[in-house]
């Protein structure tokens, strides 16, 4: 084992009890990665700023963690279980072993050892309160519907879809 070297580490506070709940978590986190691997991490900047499907993502030069607001309210003892433990693996992976697969063997290795939780790439959430404006595109089988991000890069002639079942190039609906 390593010697553990002395870090402050100020606790992290938020008016909201769910986000405190979730730093809550991840300082207990840190203290069983310490505990279990003989050293000291520094901790991570945590937000609640994340938008859009993803539920939490780790800046890893950045240590730093974003959690989604939305899906947190509606997924609260999963995230906990699994999110927080999944993003802080990142920022350990990252901390123990520089740059290697987001997914890959030491991310896993430290879901499993550390919290014993099956290691996941994705979540299952539903996430249709956090969906944004879609637009429907057609091709030779039906109708595709594209997120806004996707429909202005298609308007700004930036690049083209095309139907992973039939193979056609996506058109506008309002495509005459």
């Not at 859009?52 to 899906?71: D, E, I, M, V």
């Not at 693996?89 to 740059?99: A, I, N, T, V």
């Not at 193979?167 to 506008?172: D, E, F, M, P």
Request: aromatic share 8%; charged share 20%.
């Amino acid at each position: 084992m390593l010697a553990a070297k002395a870090i402050d580490h100020p606790p992290v506070t938020f008016a909201d009890p769910l986000q405190q709940s979730i730093a809550s978590q991840v300082e207990h986190c840190y203290q069983l990665a310490e505990t279990h691997l003989g050293q000291k991490f520094p901790r991570p900047e945590i937000n609640f700023k994340l938008r859009g499907k993803s539920a939490g993502t780790a800046h890893l030069q950045l240590n730093k963690l974003r959690f989604n607001p939305l899906l947190l309210k509606d997924n609260q003892q999963a995230f906990i279980d699994d999110v927080v433990p999944h993003e802080i693996c990142h920022l350990l992976s990252f901390q123990l072993y520089g740059r290697v697969k987001p997914h890959g063997v030491h991310w896993q290795r430290l879901m499993r050892q550390l919290y014993h939780r099956q290691p996941r790439t994705t979540h299952s959430f539903n996430t249709q309160s956090v969906e944004g404006k879609t637009y429907e595109y057609l091709c030779g089988c039906g109708s595709v519907n594209l997120s806004i991000r996707r429909h202005n890069k298609v308007l700004r002639g930036e690049t083209q879809y095309r139907c992973r079942k039939c193979g056609h190039n996506l058109r506008s609906s309002t495509e005459k």
